[in-house]
């Protein structure tokens, strides 16, 4: 069986986090879409990792880990990525395998990705600029360069007409992105040679085989159920299904061979990029959250934008992806607040709703909350559900008993070790 880990929110809820503290318990990590606009951080032994593409297996001496065939790779940055784990001695060759299917982002995927943002002016998506909409967009128009062409003999043709054509593309966006091309592909021949010398994979098959001789296999989503390309707040969203169908279609494993869905959520609310957030603080308390959760892009660096827990959001991503455990992360970052608001329905049009409406933009709902007696106990030191205060049991209780699943990880900070199960 399969069972897969995933973000409820709009990302970055700690995914990262806790795949690696449930890798002891698998023997496959398998990324299955988004590419490097995801950062997960590990935090273990005193040391911080930032992984982009490479699963959050990697660290553990048994586990395999794959990039699927929905990954988009930009060898660049995976190049990067296995350079800054040299210290570690991992034997990539045998335990980093990728699928032959994984499409591959080109250097002018970049590039329109930074013209098409710069010409939507205000409307911009706010994307992390890795090229990752140009990249799935040429998949889906059947366009482009997968991981597997690389072992024909005329990939080099290939790429060369592609990137023709995105050059006159470029032209098309009428905005001025300076570039050069002979440096950027430079830097891209060289990272290829790199990941030419790991093992491509049939991972469909692979998997699928794997799965049949009893092997435990741990999908890690990237990004959040709210940037799911059909079910997030389009158009502001990602290019990729980061709902659990995507593992599916990124992996190859049938809907029957799925087993737990772990949804992961944050104990507040965080975005970074446009789109709207209906519960989102511009006062003190989103300060605080942000100061003391340090809300800074794992990838860009950039502000994330803070507010209270959205239980219609987080009940609409729990039904889409068939979430059979909850985890809840960051409860630490609330203690010392003496008041805890949790979103539990929408006013939307004049009428009160509790399911997830079309349009969520400030013009068309206000929200209603419920509120909660915070805690003031420091929580990063607890180590068993038993230490865990009476107001943080009572804010679990009211979760658990409106989305109707179960809440089994508490995470009180960001170290492996940090983590208490219920
Ligand atoms: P991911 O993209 O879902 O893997 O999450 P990110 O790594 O982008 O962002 C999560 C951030 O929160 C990282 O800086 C983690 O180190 C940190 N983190 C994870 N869990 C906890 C927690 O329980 N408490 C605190 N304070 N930080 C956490
Ligand atoms: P992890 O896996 C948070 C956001 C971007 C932007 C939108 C589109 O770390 O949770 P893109 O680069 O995909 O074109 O950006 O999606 N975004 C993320 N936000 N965490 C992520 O990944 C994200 N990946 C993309 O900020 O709003
Ligand atoms: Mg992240």
Same mark, same amino acid.
């Given at each position: 069986?399969?069972?897969?880990?995933?973000?409820?929110?709009? +990302?970055?809820?700690?995914?990262?986090?806790?795949?690696?503290?449930?890798? #002891?318990?698998?023997?496959?990590?398998?990324?299955?879409?988004?590419? /490097?606009?995801? +950062?997960?951080?590990?935090?273990?032994?005193?040391?911080?990792?930032?992984?982009?593409?490479?699963?959050?297996? &990697? *660290?553990?001496? #048994?586990?395999?880990?794959?990039?699927?065939?929905?990954?988009?790779?930009?060898?660049?940055? *995976?190049? #990067?990525?296995?350079?800054?784990?040299?210290?570690?001695?991992?034997? *990539?060759?045998?335990?980093?395998?990728?699928?032959?299917?994984?499409?591959?982002?080109? /250097?002018?995927?970049?590039? @329109?990705? %930074?013209?098409?943002?710069?010409?939507?002016?205000?409307?911009?998506? +706010?994307?992390?600029?890795?090229?990752?909409?140009?990249?799935?967009?040429?998949?889906?128009?059947?366009?482009?360069?997968?991981?597997?062409?690389?072992?024909?003999?005329?990939?080099?043709?290939?790429?060369?007409?592609?990137?023709?054509?995105?050059?006159?593309? @470029?032209?098309?966006?009428?905005?001025?992105?300076?570039?050069?091309?002979?440096?950027?592909?430079? $830097?891209?021949?060289?990272?290829?040679?790199?990941?030419?010398?790991?093992?491509?994979?049939?991972?469909?098959?692979?998997?699928?085989? %794997? &799965?049949?001789?009893? =092997?435990?296999?741990?999908?890690?989503? %990237?990004?959040?159920?709210? @940037?799911?390309?059909?079910? +997030?707040?389009?158009?502001?969203?990602?290019?990729?299904?980061?709902?659990?169908?995507?593992?599916?279609?990124?992996?190859?494993?049938?809907?029957?061979?799925?087993?737990?869905?772990?949804?992961?959520?944050?104990?507040?609310?965080?975005?970074?990029?446009?789109?709207?957030? /209906?519960?989102?603080?511009?006062?003190?308390?989103?300060?605080?959250?942000?100061?003391?959760?340090? $809300?800074?892009? %794992?990838?860009?660096?950039?502000?994330?934008?803070?507010?209270?827990?959205?239980?219609?959001?987080?009940?609409?991503?729990?039904?889409?992806?068939?979430?059979?455990?909850?985890?809840?992360?960051?409860?630490?970052?609330?203690?010392?607040?003496?008041?805890?608001?949790?979103?539990?329905?929408?006013?939307?049009?004049?009428?009160?709703?509790?399911?997830?409406?079309?349009?969520?933009?400030?013009?068309?709902?206000?929200?209603?909350?419920?509120?909660? =007696?915070?805690?003031?106990?420091?929580?990063?030191?607890?180590?068993?559900?038993?230490?865990?205060?009476?107001?943080?049991?009572?804010?679990?209780? *009211?979760?658990?008993? $409106?989305?109707?699943?179960?809440?089994?990880?508490?995470?009180?900070?960001?170290?492996?070790?940090?983590?208490?199960?219920?």
């Amino acid at each position: 069986m399969v069972d897969l880990l995933l973000g409820l929110q709009w +990302g970055d809820e700690g995914k990262g986090k806790i795949v690696d503290v449930l890798t #002891k318990n698998y023997d496959i990590i398998a990324r299955f879409q988004g590419g /490097p606009n995801a +950062g997960h951080t590990l935090i273990f032994d005193g040391n911080k990792h930032v992984l982009h593409t490479i699963p959050s297996g &990697i *660290f553990h001496k #048994k586990a395999i880990n794959i990039v699927g065939n929905g990954v988009v790779i930009d060898p660049v940055i *995976f190049k #990067k990525e296995i350079d800054n784990l040299s210290a570690y001695k991992i034997d *990539f060759k045998s335990k980093l395998l990728i699928s032959r299917k994984a499409h591959l982002i080109l /250097p002018t995927h970049r590039l @329109l990705d %930074a013209a098409s943002e710069t010409a939507k002016g205000k409307a911009k998506i +706010g994307s992390t600029l890795k090229g990752i909409g140009p990249t799935y967009m040429d998949k889906t128009g059947r366009n482009g360069i997968r991981v597997g062409d690389l072992e024909l003999e005329n990939w080099k043709d290939k790429y060369n007409a592609l990137t023709k054509k995105h050059l006159k593309m @470029l032209n098309f966006f009428e905005v001025d992105i300076q570039y050069d091309l002979a440096e950027l592909e430079e $830097e891209f021949y060289e990272a290829i040679a790199v990941l030419k010398k790991l093992t491509f994979i049939d991972s469909e098959n692979y998997l699928n085989q %794997a &799965i049949n001789d009893g =092997k435990t296999i741990l999908a890690e989503g %990237a990004q959040g159920s709210l @940037l799911d390309i059909d079910f +997030g707040t389009y158009p502001y969203v990602t290019s990729s299904t980061t709902t659990a169908a995507g593992a599916c279609t990124g992996l190859g494993v049938a809907p029957n061979r799925i087993g737990e869905v772990f949804g992961i959520f944050k104990a507040y609310t965080t975005r970074v990029g446009s789109g709207p957030f /209906p519960t989102e603080l511009f006062d003190d308390d989103g300060k605080t959250m942000a100061t003391v959760g340090h $809300e800074f892009g %794992a990838t860009t660096g950039r502000p994330r934008r803070c507010g209270w827990l959205d239980l219609v959001a987080l009940k609409y991503a729990v039904q889409i992806n068939g979430v059979t455990q909850l985890m809840m992360m960051k409860g630490d970052v609330l203690s010392g607040f003496d008041r805890l608001k949790v979103c539990t329905s929408y006013t939307y049009k004049g009428t009160e709703v509790t399911h997830l409406p079309y349009n969520i933009e400030p013009e068309n709902v206000s929200v209603n909350y419920t509120e909660f =007696k915070g805690w003031q106990a420091d929580l990063t030191a607890l180590e068993s559900a038993s230490q865990l205060p009476e107001n943080l049991l009572a804010y679990i209780d *009211f979760i658990e008993k $409106e989305v109707a699943v179960p809440i089994k990880i508490v995470s009180v900070g960001p170290d492996r070790k940090q983590t208490v199960f219920r």
